[in-house]
């Protein structure tokens, strides 16, 4: 396998190099305002500041940013090309400069508008979500509907110019601090489990709509339940045709797997748990000694390693324009367990100062290895669980017969 790029390619990294160096200077970088909870923990730069929209402009101008999506709409519109997109991603990353806005609404509804929306959604949502000005929440979860979302409850009728939406939502992440909702009604009672859902952008001030925040283990409080008490809905605000939402939905849904996981992601918690063994004590001598923990490193880190060849591997694909098939749900669901596995044996590592709280002054890594484990338990079932994950891969990447249960 060669890793390295062409000389075109090199090239190109010198232009982003200096791009950066023009635009994006010391005071820039040292002006963030600080990322709190999950994105401290994980390094995630997201800033939205003046200086950072400013930033994204001219790199969105310039055609490194957004780069799939239409000029018209507030992207790049540049030819396909992953190459470009990974020395982009990872000249930004080591400049600390903002790239595209990390969230649901860029990654997940702004293709899926630029793909089913109307021209008035379009101009009206894309760019300022592209931006961080408008922040989305996903309603699709609901109360007894487990991971089978298709069997939704929440009601949207017909009322002349409105639709009149009834029902709950659960584990809405952000829906405390979002403007507008992308969501999943039923609007034809009557019709099968998979048609008759239509999908709807909601405004989160719209009256008769309340936001409830559920408290994790992890103290914080990112899900929330929404209770919908006749909120009335214009009836432009449907995506897609009246019914056709699982459509519409299966769009999202897509990106919304390629958001989640990551191996960039899980490369800074195991070095994070690396610093942790470094420093830690484990049954009287330095942790890092130790031969049964030396030989779990070891095992990780050669499954991350298999992490980042595979992603190599898949960016290689994507440059042949070969189709991918389930890849994307593979390595969410590979990296999600690896990032759960490397936590856990950090909080082993940690032994009795791991149960204290993030931030606490007496753990060797301020409590942020707890708040990763309770994390990361949530993230194993974002965006589908496990077993549904492993079922779809079984029956429609390796065409294997239906689970019997269902």
Not at 69 to 93: C, H, M, N, T, W
Request: with cysteine; net charge neutral; aromatic share 8%.
């Amino acid at each position: 396998m060669d890793l390295s790029y062409s000389e075109e390619y090199e090239r190109f990294r010198t232009e982003v190099r200096q791009f950066l160096d023009d635009n994006w200077s010391e005071e820039d970088r040292n002006s963030s305002p600080p990322p709190e909870g999950q994105a401290a923990l994980m390094g995630a730069v997201v800033r939205t500041d003046e200086r950072a929209t400013a930033f994204r402009l001219k790199a969105i101008e310039r055609g490194y940013l957004y780069r799939g999506l239409p000029r018209a709409y507030g992207g790049s519109e540049q030819a396909f090309d992953p190459l470009k997109s990974a020395i982009i991603a990872e000249e930004f990353r080591v400049a600390k400069a903002p790239g595209e806005v990390v969230g649901q609404g860029p990654s997940m509804l702004a293709p899926t508008l630029v793909e089913h929306g109307t021209e008035a959604q379009k101009q009206k949502f894309v760019r300022d979500t592209l931006l961080g000005k408008i922040i989305w929440c996903q309603g699709y979860s609901e109360p007894g509907s487990g991971s089978d979302l298709a069997s939704l409850r929440t009601r949207a009728e017909l009322d002349g110019d409105f639709w009149v939406v009834n029902g709950q939502k659960i584990w809405t992440s952000n829906a405390k601090e979002s403007h507008w909702m992308f969501a999943l009604v039923r609007t034809e009672p009557d019709a099968p489990k998979h048609d008759g859902i239509s999908y709807l952008l909601i405004d989160m001030k719209t009256p008769g709509l309340d936001v409830r925040p559920l408290r994790q283990m992890t103290g914080d409080a990112d899900f929330n339940e929404v209770f919908f008490d006749n909120v009335r809905v214009p009836k432009e605000n449907l995506v897609g045709p009246r019914g056709k939402g699982w459509v519409v939905s299966r769009s999202t849904l897509k990106h919304e797997r390629a958001l989640i996981g990551g191996s960039f992601i899980t490369r800074r918690t195991f070095d994070g748990l690396v610093m942790v063994a470094q420093n830690a004590q484990l049954r009287g001598r330095a942790a890092l000694k130790d031969p049964v923990l030396r030989d779990r490193l070891v095992q990780l880190e050669t499954r991350l390693l298999a992490s980042e060849y595979n992603g190599y591997r898949l960016l290689t694909q994507q440059s042949r324009g070969e189709d991918q098939g389930l890849a994307g749900m593979v390595m969410k669901l590979f990296t999600t367990q690896l990032s759960y596995d490397i936590s856990r044996t950090a909080m082993d590592v940690l032994g009795d100062r791991g149960a204290l709280a993030r931030g606490d002054y007496n753990t060797p890594d301020m409590g942020m290895f707890s708040y990763s484990y309770m994390w990361a338990l949530g993230i194993l079932i974002a965006g589908g669980t496990a077993n549904i994950q492993r079922n779809i891969i079984a029956e429609r990447g390796l065409g294997m017969p239906r689970d019997g249960r269902r």
